[in-house]
Structure formats: C-alpha cells, structure tokens
C-alpha cells in the first residue's frame, strides 16, 4: 500500500516551513456556524479530530477577531479570554492525533448588520456602499467607512487574535483576505472608493506578532462574492502574490478563477500558475477539486498543498479514501450552517462504518 500511496500525488509527504506533513489534502476553512454565543463548543472536538490524520493539515473555520467582526450566527472569536480557553481542547485533540492545525483569523467588514454589533452600531469597511441581500443573510445595514485613523486598531484586533491563536495552542494563523470579506473590501476596486493613502499592511504587523513562518493567507483575486469583484484581478492577484514575498509568510492559499461565485465552478480563462510563479512561500489551492484534479495540480507544480472544504466536510477520512480510490459519501447542503451540534456535522461515516473492503 505504501508503494503505491507513493504514486498518488496528493498523498506524497511534504515540509512546509517547520512543519512535516505526511500529505498534501488540506482541510479547508469552513463556517459551521455551531460556536453558539460565538464561543467555540466541546462537539467541535470531535469535528476537528475526525478529520485529522497523523501529520495532516487542518485549517480552522473562520474566527472573528473583535466584537465588530462578526456576521453570522454562531461563528467562533478568538478575542477574549473565555474564547481561547474554548478552543485550547480542540486543539489538544488534534495534536493527540498529530494534525497541525491553524486558525483563520477574519473579520467581516461590512456583511454585518447592527444586530451582529456592539451597541447596534453599523458595520465597518473601507466604503459606505451598502450591500444587498445575498444567499445566506438577507439584511445588511449599510456600513460606516473607517477614518484613517481607525485602520492601525483593526491591525490591532488581528495582531492580538494571532497571539491569542497561539496561546491557544495553535501552530499558526491564517488571515482571511478573500471572499469580500473586510481584507477584500480594501484590496477590490469594485467595493473600495476611497482617495486616502490607508495604507500598512496587516501581514507584517501579524508575522512581527508571532513569526512569519508562523501566518498564511487567503485570497480571492478572481472571485466576485459578496460585490467584491475587480476590474482586473490577474494584475491584482499577482501584486498580492510579489508584495507578500517581502514579509516571508508560509504560505498563500489562493482561490481558484474557476469559483467565482459561491459553490459554483464556472468556465474560466484564467489560472493562478503566474501568482504561483510570483509567490516564493508554499502555494495552497481551493475551489471545487476533487481527487483526480488535485493530483494534477500536484504533479504539474502548480500548488504544493490542495485544499478541500465540501468533500472533506462530509468524508472525515478524506485522505484514506483517496489513497484506496474509495468512493466518497455525498455533502448534505441544507445542513452546512445549521447549528445541530451532530447532524450534518460529526455524523458524516467512515469507511469502517460503510463495510467497505478494499479489494486492492
């Protein structure tokens, strides 16, 4: 077995920065929306450590870094005490089976409503176009645009959930730069139409905090969720890629042209090779692979880690299912961010419990 895991790309070991991973199958960030209170819960024990494997990569869901970042219900923060003491044993069950696990770290910006904020106040974001109803939230209150002065306290809240990250055991952070989310509505021309110089990075700030070989980001150059699209996102996703070289982060896991709206895989001239040519850390890829693709993608250089958020939701033992070429159970979609703390959730099968035989 082990000869022939060998000819799986997506299952060959590889060494990003410190860290030894046994294979290249990525958990993807996924809202759950199961954090009730926004204080991560003991059912996401077992979530996370069902779906970690001996020197896997796991990436957290999206976790808000102050009480002006949320937007949904029921998503985890990592901005107070109570919270990273929360998170500590979701951690420690995902070292007892020697994952490696990091948390995204986001803030939502304006797909908010004043429900979601302390004292009713608006949302906050580079501009103060509102945003209309979209999929999964309906009433959005038209945001405030930070003053110039407010933005170092937004790197603040980042830099201090990246130290809370690691305090809670955390091997490291990724920033949620994508999917028109509050990073994204300062990078996207369509969102930001503001004429002040609001420059300062938050990478560096966050690298400083707790080491660059420590922090990853998300982006989404080619995608238009949430109206954050751009005029030209391969000149934008390629100056994202040669800007982050000079802060040395570990990686940059990037979304593919091909989901440029939420779930849907679209037909797409473009490709993300340049921003992996440009970027000089490791290049993570998203966006609708499956097995066969995502071996290419291996095989071919242009990604060093692939990362799978829906098949791996509901396969908790992804990796062993592609190793054996094992069919996959299918994704229940009306119970991705229902607040069930074992449907849809920790309730997905494994192979063992299918009676599949492996007849290799």
């Not at 077992?46 to 002006?68: C, F, H, M, N, P």
């Amino acid at each position: 077995m082990a000869a022939e895991a060998a000819t799986i790309p997506l299952l060959t070991p590889y060494k990003l920065g410190k860290f030894n991973l046994s294979h290249r199958v990525v958990l993807a960030p996924l809202t759950r929306q199961r954090s009730y209170g926004n204080v991560p819960q003991p059912h996401a024990v077992l979530y996370y450590s069902q779906r970690t494997s001996k020197g896997g990569l796991l990436i957290a869901e999206a976790t808000g870094v102050s009480d002006t970042a949320q937007g949904y219900p029921d998503t985890p923060g990592i901005w107070t005490k109570e919270q990273v003491e929360a998170w500590k044993p979701i951690v420690d069950a995902v070292h007892a089976k020697g994952g490696v696990f990091f948390c995204q770290i986001w803030h939502v910006g304006r797909v908010s409503n004043q429900g979601f904020q302390p004292n009713g106040q608006a949302p906050i974001s580079s501009t103060d176009k509102p945003l209309t109803p979209q999929i999964r939230a309906k009433d959005f209150t038209p945001p405030r645009r930070l003053r110039i002065e407010e933005i170092p306290q937004i790197v603040n809240d980042f830099r201090l959930a990246a130290r809370n990250a690691i305090e809670a055991g955390f091997d490291g952070v990724e920033i949620h730069g994508a999917h028109g989310y509050l990073i994204d509505q300062f990078m996207k021309d369509q969102v930001n139409d503001r004429t002040d110089q609001y420059g300062g990075s938050l990478e560096n700030p966050v690298a400083n905090e707790i080491g660059a070989d420590r922090v990853g980001i998300r982006l989404s150059p080619f995608a238009d969720y949430r109206e954050s699209g751009d005029s030209d996102p391969k000149a934008l996703g390629l100056y994202m890629a040669e800007s982050l070289n000079k802060y040395g982060i570990l990686y940059c896991h990037m979304v593919e042209p091909r989901m440029k709206t939420v779930g849907e895989i679209s037909d797409c001239p473009h490709s993300l090779v340049p921003m992996r040519k440009a970027f000089k850390g490791s290049f993570f890829v998203a966006g609708g692979y499956q097995r066969e693709d995502g071996n290419k993608a291996i095989a071919e250089d242009r990604a060093d880690l692939v990362v799978f958020g829906r098949l791996f939701l509901a396969n908790p033992d992804l990796p062993k299912r592609f190793k054996l070429n094992a069919p996959l159970n299918k994704y229940n979609r009306d119970t991705f961010y229902t607040s069930d703390p074992v449907v849809g959730y920790s309730d997905y099968p494994f192979l063992e419990d299918n009676a599949y035989v492996s007849t290799l």
